[in-house]
């Protein structure tokens, strides 16, 4: 697990996005595992600056967002759709049969999340998946005690996560109280995890993903299984990392090695 520490959110959303653009650059046809909330904005605030520069071409990516709310319709301005469209989706040039979610509605939505996941198998699997964290340690919708080799399905949200996400439901609309989210093992199968957190109320998380154990009570711990994840990091999320400035000098060094001229 490659930790880096930055001063800023900013720097955060600045690093992030040179991993994904340099992906794209390299793979036209990239599949990115998207996440919601306000921890990626400023990265998909630079994917969109990067298409408006014709320095970025989305036209053959492929997407599939972690979660959904269970019932809420596309066009319910609380969706994760509807955040995905007006904060990414309609300003890039990605085709819209390109674009997956979770299913939220019908009649088996069990079948339907495996179908999810066939397509994610068809386009040959998530090259990058973004990932923000809870307060409590979940990853998508996995809450706490989620199955480390949980699959794509439904999921009942904990109060805490409720409370957390009750302030974009303040227009009488009825919170939902569960979700389908990509599973943890589905999440593990990723090629590439990018795992973003910034702020205060993220060190509690942070300091357990990174340096507790690896447990079901605190679902993004098993991040530490996968070969290849980043923690993105600012100085007030890093504040519990009892090797923070390890870290540092980790990361330091790799900037050196890059730098050399290799043999």
Do not use: W
């Not at 699997?125 to 080799?149: K, M, R, V, W, Y």
């Not at 199968?189 to 993220?202: D, P, V, Y």
């Amino acid at each position: 697990m490659e930790v880096i520490v930055c001063a800023t959110a900013e720097e955060g959303s600045d690093l992030a996005a040179k991993e994904v653009l340099g992906a794209l650059s390299r793979k036209p046809d990239l599949v990115l595992g998207l996440a919601t909330g306000s921890t990626p904005l400023g990265l998909y605030r630079r994917m969109i600056d990067a298409h408006r520069r014709v320095e970025a071409d989305f036209s053959k990516v492929f997407t599939f967002n972690l979660d959904e709310y269970l019932g809420l319709p596309p066009g319910h301005p609380q969706s994760y759709r509807a955040f995905m469209d007006q904060h990414l989706f309609r300003h890039i040039n990605i085709p819209p049969d390109h674009i997956h979610f979770p299913p939220t509605h019908g009649r088996d939505v069990p079948a339907q999340c495996e179908e999810f996941e066939r397509d994610m198998r068809r386009v040959g699997g998530i090259d990058i998946q973004i990932l923000g964290i809870g307060a409590d340690g979940h990853i998508g919708f996995n809450e706490p005690t989620s199955s480390l080799g949980s699959r794509t399905r439904v999921k009942t949200l904990m109060e805490e996560t409720l409370r957390d996400n009750a302030r974009f439901f303040n227009d009488g609309t009825r919170q939902p109280d569960m979700a389908v989210t990509m599973g943890i093992g589905t999440i593990l199968e990723s090629k590439r995890i990018l795992l973003l957190a910034f702020g205060t109320t993220k060190v509690r998380a942070i300091q357990s993903t990174i340096e507790g154990p690896i447990s079901n009570m605190y679902p993004a711990s098993a991040l530490q299984l996968h070969p290849r994840v980043t923690m993105i990091v600012d100085e007030q999320a890093a504040a519990g990392l009892a090797m923070r400035e390890y870290y540092k000098r980790v990361y330091r060094n790799k900037l050196s090695l890059e730098g050399s001229v290799m043999p």
